[in-house]
Structures are given as structure tokens and as C-alpha cells.
């Protein structure tokens, strides 16, 4: 069993599923030829290197060379694990999951801890939305009013009310549940062993994932505190501020009933639900956090475009500078959306609308743009040497923009701006450091393939073998001897499939493999040789007999090493047999170098 699941059932739901389908709801895919093709979701590139075989419902990446089925591609978009995959997949599917024992006791007890604690999240929810709506909650009611939130959003996000620090401990151990189970949900602490509401008295805001699943808390304070204004229930085993917006499941929805042309990322709840009522609905928050690759990859899969819609004073447009870095280098277009100082979107919505909003998004500028104009801020213009600074620092800033057509026109722009000439501001460009930016987290490289000759002839053959090659059905698979352990598996699996005159199935091999071993990445090696035309013409067949001719001698060899060592051996009989052998093994490689493989 995969994951607790039985294996029958896994390869039953990956047969009724269509790999192109699924692909085609988290991106873009073009069709050429008899394949699909996208930029790759894993790593940043301009020219579509991702694959998705229609035919053998796999996707390979020939740039950062990742690989797997359909399972595999949801548990990396959705950020989840097998288990849930299937589940998401069955679901879309409409197959039962099939009540099976699970494959050993830790998998057992994780997936019931797991589910306890989600258990545990929505029965809170649920609890403090009750107190919401028990006429008990007039501070909490009151604040809701003074936002100007109306009940349908107060309904579609869920808001709650908890109304002290003891009722919801003592609610949780009526049901049942287990005090341990309680405080690693996040949404009770203890201390000196008394438990307590971890939000006690707060406004409540529940943290919803893209499976509508309720993972964590946040909670604002209604009156003045020594402790923050907003804070959020602690990281958990369902909970990581790091790979969580708040929204992504209306944004998930959004996205089931139409095109996203771009995502607006704010900075709070509150600012979510302004714009959501505003009519906004495309948008997001990072909860306060700075923005994380898990969050850029996890927003990419909704739109190419990100509009950042930050606080409008120094403080808020300064920050998360690197996050929006972070943003570009997977890839996704930024966009900065400016507003009018000292507000936020949700001071925007309220004081000047919908329509409002709309015209601050519609003048928001690229993310080089506002670099250039964050950077203006604290230089004194009229002061010669403050504007020799400035022009230094932007210079920095225009050598690292795309295009030339772009540097020009920044170069003209800072032209006008400070009265120097286009000339003297090039040369100096041309002079200018490339920017000192933070270490940014960078995709995965193209790994080298720093394999031997004999390996990568093991490789090209097992390839050859798994994809059909047609010039393959003239030669015998089980005379072809593999060394390494992963081809060896791969051509078990093809002769057991032959014999029971079965289908060879591609997304079947992968899960045979831990994702991230050493294992599945040879299997990726070994995909990484199909182009779409099943390792088919003239130059394959070519290199096919080279390297089966290859494999066959270094077999070869490494008999006549045994057998040159046997007849050393001081038993004359031993010696004679040895001899024998040997001039048998020395005759068939002369026959395979002089050209005959078969």
C-alpha cells in the first residue's frame, strides 16, 4: 500500500484520471505535436520546457529534469501529501476511497493526529461562531459595525467570537477530546497547567487552506492590550505561516468560475475583507509574514500577475522588498499598487470606494518603477551631494532592469528628473555596480550529468525498452544484463507486464520511488531521453545498438576478469575450464565489436 491507500485503488484512480486535465488547472499547457507543453511550475524559465504526455499521462521537465504522474504533480501544487492527493483526485473523480488498514503504525497515528486536530479547528470555529450570533458578544459585534462589514462577509469568512479564556477548554474536554491533542492544534495553550483560549477575547478570524479545511486562527484585540493588536495560533503540524495566505480558498474558488488575470496580495485580514466586499475578490494576504518562495509558488498557480497593495506610508511600502524579489524570480510579474499616503486598502475602500481602489490599481506600476521611487525617499534634491547619492543608487537599479529598451527609458526619466545629461548618466551607468541585492533562493539548476559511459548506455537501452522503441522488438530484453539497481527494477517491471500481455504504464514506476531519492531521480534520468517521439529514427537506433554493444562487452569483461583469475588457480581441471571460457568470452566480444549485436 501507497501512503495507507491500496495500490489497486491508486492505479485505478490514475487510469480514469487525465493527466492533462488536471495539469491544465494549475497552468497554461500548449499543445505541439501529439504532447503538451508549459513553462515549469518548479523552476523560472521564458521558453516551456515542461512536458506532459498525454498518451503515457506523465510530465517531465526537460530543464530542471522533475518527473512523475498525476499524484505526484498534485501533492507539488497543492502543497499537500499523498494522502490528501488521492483524496483531492478521488474527489474530482467521484471514486470512494476504500476503507484499508494503513502500511504501519506511525502512518496510522499521524493521519489520526492529523485529522484529530483539524477536528479540533472546525468544532472551534463553529464554537465561536455560535458566540458571535449568542447575544453575548457586544464588544466583537460592535467592532464588526464600526468596520462596516456586512453579515453576508462576515458570513463568507467565517469571523468569530471569543468571548473569554476558559469557556473554550472547557467546551473542547466535553466533546471528548484529548488535552494534548487540544494544545498541539494552536488553539489552546497551557500554563501551569490551567488551560486557556490561545485568541481569549479576541475578534476571530479562521485560517482556511485551498481544501476548505479550517488549519489555524487569527485573532484581533478589542481593546488596548500590552500584547499585539492581531496575532495568529502558532505553527502546528496542519499549520505553516510560510506555505498559508489568507484567502487561498476563495481564491481557489474564484479561479474554478473564471480566468484570474492577477492577484491582489495585501498585508492583513482586514484589508482582505474590505476588498473582497469592495468586489475585489481576486485577492490574498501574507498575514504580516514576508513573503515566502512557498507563498510566490503557491500564488503562481492562480495567476502570472501579482498586484502588491501595501500600506501607503514609508514604513509599509519599504517592506518585504525581498519577498517582492522573491516573487519575480519565480517568475511572476509585480506589480506595485501606490496609495495615497498613511492609508490602506482598507481606509482606500472606505473613504473613497470601489471605484477608488480601482484607479490606484489601475496606475499601479512595475516593480522596477517603485523601486526607483522608494528610492528617492530621503534625499534632499535641492542639495548637490544628496543628489549625487541619488543618482548613484539609481543608477544601481537601472543596470539591473531586462531590457535595454527599459534602461533607456529609465535613464531618460532620471534624465528629466535631475536636469543631468542622457550621456553623462550612461557612462556613468555603464560604470555602475551591478545591485548588491539580498540572496534571493534560487531555482534548481540543470544538474551536469557527470555519469560514466556505461551508465549512461544502461540508461539510453532501459529508456529504449520502457517508451517501445520500435527497433526494440528485434532484440531480447531479457538477455540485456543491468548493473544499476533502478534500471534493473524498471526491466523487471517490463518483462512481468509482457508476460501478462499488460500495458506498460509509465505513472505506475513512479511510485515505486521515495519522491527526492536518489532512486526517482534515475528514473527522471532515464525519462529525460524521450523527447515525445518514443526514442524513435534512425540516430536512436543508432545510439540504441551502441549502447546495448557497450553493456554487452563491459559484461563481457568483467567474465574474463573472473575467469582470467580462475585460471590462475592451482586445480588443473579448474585451469582447463577456466581456459575454456575464456577463449569463448574473447570470441564473442570479437563479434560484437566487429558490429553484430544480436
Known amino acids: 500500500m501507497a501512503g495507507g491507500i491500496d495500490n489497486e485503488f491508486v492505479r485505478t484512480l490514475i487510469d480514469k484520471t487525465d493527466i492533462v486535465e488536471v495539469a491544465g488547472s494549475y497552468m497554461h499547457l500548449e499543445k505541439k505535436g501529439g504532447t503538451y507543453w508549459a513553462c515549469c511550475p518548479f523552476h523560472h524559465e521564458k521558453t516551456a520546457s515542461f512536458h506532459v504526455d498525454e498518451g503515457r499521462q506523465f510530465y517531465h521537465c526537460f530543464g530542471c529534469g522533475v518527473s512523475g504522474n498525476v499524484i505526484t504533480l498534485v501533492k507539488e501544487m497543492e502543497n499537500c501529501d499523498f494522502v490528501d492527493a488521492v483524496k483531492l483526485l478521488a474527489d474530482r473523480a467521484k471514486l470512494p476511497i476504500p476503507q484499508t488498514a494503513y502500511d504501519n503504525e506511525r502512518t496510522v497515528a499521524l493521519k489520526k493526529k492529523r485529522d484529530t486536530i483539524l477536528k479540533i479547528l472546525n468544532d472551534c470555529a463553529h464554537f465561536y461562531l455560535d458566540n458571535l450570533n449568542s447575544g453575548k458578544a457586544d464588544a466583537h459585534i460592535e467592532y464588526i459595525l464600526s468596520r462596516k462589514i456586512p453579515s453576508n462577509i462576515v458570513r463568507a469568512f467565517g469571523l468569530g467570537a471569543s468571548l473569554n479564556y476558559t469557556d473554550l ?38 485560517i482556511i487552506n485551498a481544501f476548505d479545511q479550517v488549519i489555524a486562527f487569527g485573532g484581533r484585540a478589542l481593546k488596548k492590550t500590552d500584547f499585539a493588536k492581531y496575532k495568529n495560533t502558532r505553527e502546528t503540524m496542519v499549520f505553516n505561516k510560510s506555505k498559508t495566505l489568507y484567502n487561498i480558498n476563495g481564491l481557489k474558488k474564484l479561479k474554478r468560475g473564471q480566468a484570474i488575470n492577477g492577484v491582489i496580495m495585501v498585508e492583513g485580514y482586514m484589508d482582505t475583507i474590505s476588498l473582497y466586499q469592495g468586489g475585489f475578490k481576486n485577492v490574498v494576504a501574507s498575514m504580516g509574514t514576508s513573503l515566502t518562495q512557498d507563498q510566490a509558488r503557491l500564488i503562481k498557480r492562480y495567476s502570472n500577475t501579482v498586484y502588491i497593495s501595501y500600506d501607503g506610508d514609508g514604513a509599509g511600502q519599504k517592506a518585504n522588498m525581498r519577498g ?266 570479437q563479434k560484437l565489436k566487429s558490429g553484430d549485436v544480436q
Do not use: W
Not at 527522471?524 to 540504441?544: A, H, P, Q, R, T
Open 169 to 206: 477548554p472547557k467546551y473542547l474536554l466535553a466533546k471528548g477530546y484529548d488535552k494534548q491533542d487540544m494544545i498541539d492544534s494552536g488553539a489552546i495553550n497551557e500554563a501551569e497547567g490551567r488551560l486557556t483560549d490561545s485568541q481569549g477575547g479576541r475578534l476571530i478570524f479562521p
Open 324 to 589: 517582492l524579489e522573491i516573487l519575480k524570480s519565480e517568475g511572476i510579474e509585480v506589480k506595485v499598487v501606490p496609495l495615497p499616503e498613511g492609508l490602506d486598502p482598507d481606509d482606500v475602500i472606505k473613504t473613497y470606494g470601489s471605484d477608488g481602489y480601482k484607479q490606484c490599481l489601475d496606475n499601479a506600476m512595475p516593480l522596477i518603477d517603485y523601486k526607483m521611487s522608494v528610492n528617492k525617499r530621503g534625499y534632499d534634491m535641492d542639495k548637490p551631494e544628496e543628489k549625487v547619492k541619488y543618482v548613484s543608487s539609481a543608477l544601481r537599479i537601472i543596470k539591473s532592469a531586462e531590457s535595454a529598451a527599459e534602461r533607456e527609458m529609465l535613464l531618460k526619466n532620471l534624465r528629466d528628473e535631475t536636469g543631468i545629461s542622457f550621456e553623462a548618466l550612461n557612462r556613468d551607468l555603464q560604470a555602475a555596480p551591478a545591485p548588491q541585492e539580498e540572496k534571493e533562493e534560487k531555482p534548481p539548476e540543470v544538474k551536469k550529468d557527470t555519469s560514466d559511459a556505461h551508465q549512461k548506455a544502461s540508461r539510453f537501452v532501459i529508456a529504449a525498452f520502457l517508451f517501445g522503441a520500435p527497433y526494440t522488438a528485434d532484440y531480447n530484453l531479457e538477455e540485456v544484463v543491468f548493473d544499476n539497481e533502478v534500471h534493473s527494477l524498471i526491466a523487471g517491471y517490463i518483462r512481468s507486464k509482457r508476460l501478462f500481455d499488460e500495458k506498460i504504464s509509465i505513472p505506475e514506476l513512479f511510485e515505486f520511488f521515495e519522491d527526492g531519492s536518489a532512486e526517482r531521480e534515475e528514473l527522471n534520468n532515464v525519462i529525460d531521453l524521450d523527447d515525445g517521439n518514443n526514442m524513435d529514427g534512425e540516430v536512436n537506433l543508432k545510439s540504441f545498438t551502441d549502447c546495448l554493444k557497450k553493456l554487452k562487452i563491459d559484461d563481457i569483461n568483467g567474465k574474463i576478469e573472473q575467469f582470467t583469475r580462475l585460471a590462475k588457480s592451482e586445480n588443473e581441471e579448474e585451469r582447463k575450464q577456466a581456459k575454456l571460457a575464456l577463449q569463448q568470452l574473447i570470441n564473442q566480444r
